[in-house]
């Protein structure tokens, strides 16, 4: 039995090649018929769909919160709760600043650039909001989670502004990229007074800006609190601080050589993936979907709403292969779609765009140690609007990790699904012009946004094929 047992771990290895070798053998003209009599071997390819999950929502109260984007606001929703968004951040420094024919007095003002895309909110563009920024006392702790508590990390009398900063989602400045994506920005002006102890520290001491960690000694950054209204959430996703300043030059005109002073802006600081940016994140769950989750039905809510508990059926699919695929076989695909139904709401919060299948005992090390998917133990599908549903198209590897198993355990099937934001990067090509690759530099919670759906897990498809050759007497 153990050289039977052996064996049948070696059997997903076998090439493609040496099968299809097989087959041509068999269509090979021959000018021998010794044996056709006796022996008639071909190839069968087996579809199997008959395979079902089990699938509950599981609560998550906080998230690790380490994306670029930046969330601020406060909506209500009778179907999906009360959710309100702050933020803290630290700043990248930039390694020089212009110091040449500038003195401190030149600093002029410094501005918070905060951009966003034209659709990049959850809510009414025309709500009157409030913001109020406030200078950290201390530095942030790491790792940092959704429900951090700021109270001991500002100082409420030491805000930058004596009123709420009114903004709208509609009015605002309009930005284009150098890809020609359009943004709009807000703009809050900082104290002078900061701008000059910024310039001052560079001219003291430079090696306070040469690393985020260094500079957050310094200045520890900014908390961005929700100050009014309701009605409106933003994802900010570029976060940056302005410098305007004056330069001083001499030019020659004419042989003349005359004073002329420049008006200059740099960015000096910016929110990078490098620093500790944070959500603050405070939702009250609806007791609507509350309600459906203790009527066994499963959702998605984000962000730090509910996850997906799925029981993959791997130890039914590896009997069903190992039952019929016989010694010469080889695993083709295997595939999972997950229907989806949206939720309806007057704020059209939509499924999340993009969502990750992992085993529940990596979840936590996957987030922590900035990993992205990798097709055996982790997923990732983007949510198709279309045809409402998630799919997850490259789970062969996994199949064949449990086939090398002494015995699959109840973790080895176990997975979550879980809302995340996704960072992807281009890249060209130095063969082929004008084309480019896209490929996933980052995989973090969720955090653009409210999101929620409902997963329909009694309509599952999952698809395993596999060829295997039949012989026959």
């Known amino acids: 039995m153990a050289t039977i047992k052996n064996k049948m771990k070696i059997f997903p290895y076998i090439a493609l090649s040496c099968l299809s070798s097989c087959l041509f053998m068999a269509c090979e003209d021959s000018t021998s018929t010794l044996g056709n009599s006796l022996v008639t071997s071909g190839a069968e390819v087996v579809v199997d769909s008959a395979f079902t999950i089990q699938g509950s929502s599981l609560r998550e109260e906080a998230v690790l919160s380490r994306t670029t984007n930046q969330l601020l606001g406060k909506i209500d929703a009778k179907e999906f709760g009360s959710i309100s968004a702050d933020f803290v951040t630290q700043f990248m420094p930039s390694q020089q ?4 024919g500038v003195t401190v007095n030149d600093i002029d003002s410094v501005r918070l650039l905060m951009f966003y895309q034209t659709n990049g ?5 025309l709500v009157p909001m409030g913001l109020k920024v406030y200078p950290l006392t201390r530095q942030l702790e790491s790792p940092i989670y959704s429900n951090f508590n700021p109270a001991e990390y500002y100082n409420e009398g030491d805000c930058w502004s004596s009123q709420p900063f009114i903004y709208s989602a509609h009015d605002q400045y309009n930005d284009t990229l150098e890809d020609g994506t359009i943004y709009k920005r807000l703009i809050y002006k900082l104290p002078i007074e900061f701008g000059r102890k910024v310039f001052t520290e560079y001219l003291n001491n430079p090696s306070t800006f040469s690393s985020p960690q260094a500079f957050a000694q310094f200045f520890p950054g900014l908390y961005v609190k929700n100050a009014f209204g309701t009605g409106r959430i933003t994802d900010f996703n570029q976060t940056k601080i302005n410098f305007y300043y ?17 008006f200059m802006y740099n960015t000096y600081l910016a929110v990078t993936p490098e620093i500790l940016s944070n959500n603050i994140i405070r939702y009250s769950m609806s007791s609507m979907l509350e309600d459906m989750v203790a009527q066994g039905q499963t959702l998605l809510v984000a962000p730090t709403g509910y996850n997906a508990r799925i029981i ?33 709401n007057p704020y059209s919060i939509a499924p999340p765009a993009n969502v990750l299948l992992v085993l529940e005992k990596d979840k936590e090390a996957f987030f922590a140690e900035n990993k992205i998917n990798d097709e055996k133990t982790s997923f990732l599908s983007t949510y198709d609007s279309v045809n409402q549903r998630y799919v997850f198209s490259g789970m062969r590897d996994y199949l064949i990790s449990l086939l090398e198993k002494d015995a699959i355990t109840e973790e080895d099937v176990t997975f979550l699904l879980i809302p995340v934001d996704v960072t992807y990067e281009s890249s060209s090509s130095e063969y082929y012009y004008g084309t480019s ?18 997963l329909n897990l009694d309509e599952v498809k999952i698809r395993f094929t596999y060829s295997k050759q039949s012989v026959k007497n």
């Open 437 to 454: 690759t896209t490929y996933v530099t980052g995989i973090q919670p969720y955090v653009s946004g409210p999101a929620m759906c409902k």
């Open 312 to 344: 993959f059926p791997g130890r039914e699919i590896v009997n069903k292969y190992r039952e019929d695929g016989g010694d010469m076989s080889v695993i083709n695909t295997l595939n999972m779609t997950i229907p989806v139904e949206s939720i309806s």
């Open 97 to 100: 600043l212009d110091t040449v």
């Open 121 to 125: 909110f959850t809510g009414d563009s």
């Open 246 to 262: 004056r330069k001083h030059a001499k030019v020659t005109v004419d042989d003349v050589e005359r004073d002329t002073t420049y």
